[in-house]
Each structure stands twice: as structure tokens, then as C-alpha cells.
């Protein structure tokens, strides 16, 4: 774009600056509109905490503890804390009286990078329903893991709480995207407007 076109789209949006506010707050009106009309997820995260089990035998320890800093164990653990009987077991736990498989309650592990630890992350539409079932997740996991790796235990460092405040829509977010949008459109019909109404006008003359 070289100059004399910036030229010529500033002065018309200068000229016609009231189109860009009115698209500007018809966009604003319908974000925030749609916004409000969407449906409320919240987010929760529970931290849990892998260590050689107590039980552990001495000539174990050491075997236990150099798996750990593989990462190799945390991986799998993880991995095992995100399957379905995991998840089914979590849900009945939390009292949750939903099918296993429905998507509306999400969870999701990780393992933290050169650690010991997983997260366990859940999304539901009801914020107390989102700590239940992540907290429900660790409780079930300590016992199942337990079973298939007896010289581990599987701790809660940190419960989950239940949010304050929504994860998805972002209020803010979607508002500033819309401000972004509208002034974009704005600038477009702006300069759209002025062009067509200068044509309408040599035609007349």
C-alpha cells in the first residue's frame, strides 16, 4: 500500500468516522450478545505427587528413584489417569450422574516437565462439579496405581477448588477480539461509503 493510498483511506475515515462507530458497536452488541448467551465451562486443577512407596524394600529404593527421574513412570501414570475406567470410576466417585463418555465434563493429565508431578485438569459447566471430579480422579488414581505400581504412591499435593470464574467464553477476550473486528469492518465500510458516495456524486454533477 503506498502513500497516497493511506492518504486517501485516513481522510476517509476521517470523513465518515460515525460509520466506524456504529459498526464498532453493532459488533460489541453482538459479541457481547453471543457472549452471554454461551455456555458456562469452568476449570479445575488438582496436583498430584509420585514418590517411592514407603514400603519399599532398600535395594528398591534406588531402582524406584531412577525411574522417577526418567520420567518414564510419570509418563505412564499420566497416561493411566486419563483412561476410561479412570474416568468412570471418578465420576461415580464425585457422584456425578452423567454417561461416562459425555463430553460436557472433560479430563485431561499431564506431566509436569522434570518433575514428579501430574495435573489432573477437568472442565464441566458447573464449577463445583469440576474440583469434585479432579480431586475424585487423584483419589482413584492413588488406589489404582497402587495396585500396578506397589513400590509407588501416588499423593494429592494440591486439591482442586472450585473456580470463581469461567474458563470459556472469555468475557474479555472475545470483547477485545470484537473491538479489533469492528474497527477493521469500520475502516472497510468507511472507506467503501466515501468512495461510492464521491462516484454518486461525479455522476450527478
Not at 517411592?52 to 524406584?64: A, N
Not at 462439579?129 to 475424585?136: C, E, G, P, R, S
Amino acid at each position: 500500500m503506498d502513500s497516497a493510498t493511506i492518504v486517501e483511506v485516513s481522510c476517509a475515515i476521517r470523513r465518515r468516522w460515525w460509520l466506524v462507530v456504529v459498526v464498532v458497536m453493532a459488533v460489541l452488541v453482538t459479541d457481547l450478545v453471543t457472549t452471554s448467551q454461551s455456555q458456562r465451562v469452568y476449570m479445575a486443577r488438582a496436583s498430584l505427587l509420585i514418590a517411592p512407596s514407603s514400603s519399599v524394600e532398600p535395594g528398591q529404593l534406588v531402582y524406584s528413584v531412577d525411574a522417577l527421574g526418567r520420567s518414564m513412570i510419570v509418563g505412564t501414570y499420566a497416561n493411566m489417569l486419563s483412561t476410561d475406567t479412570i474416568r468412570r470410576e471418578a465420576l461415580e466417585r464425585a457422584g456425578v450422574a452423567v454417561d461416562p463418555s459425555d463430553p460436557q465434563i472433560q479430563i485431561k493429565t499431564a506431566a509436569l516437565a522434570d518433575s514428579a508431578i501430574v495435573e489432573v485438569t477437568t472442565f464441566a459447566n458447573d464449577p463445583n462439579v469440576a474440583a469434585t471430579v479432579a480431586n475424585a480422579v487423584g483419589h482413584v488414581g492413588e488406589v489404582r496405581m497402587s495396585q500396578l505400581y506397589p513400590m509407588y504412591d501416588l499423593s494429592v499435593v494440591t486439591e482442586a477448588i472450585p473456580p470463581k470464574t469461567a474458563y470459556r467464553p472469555d468475557v474479555g477476550r472475545n470483547l477485545a477480539l470484537g473491538g479489533l473486528l469492528g474497527l477493521l469492518l469500520g475502516a472497510v465500510s468507511a472507506c467503501t461509503y466515501d468512495k461510492l458516495l464521491r462516484r454518486t456524486s461525479k455522476v450527478i454533477v
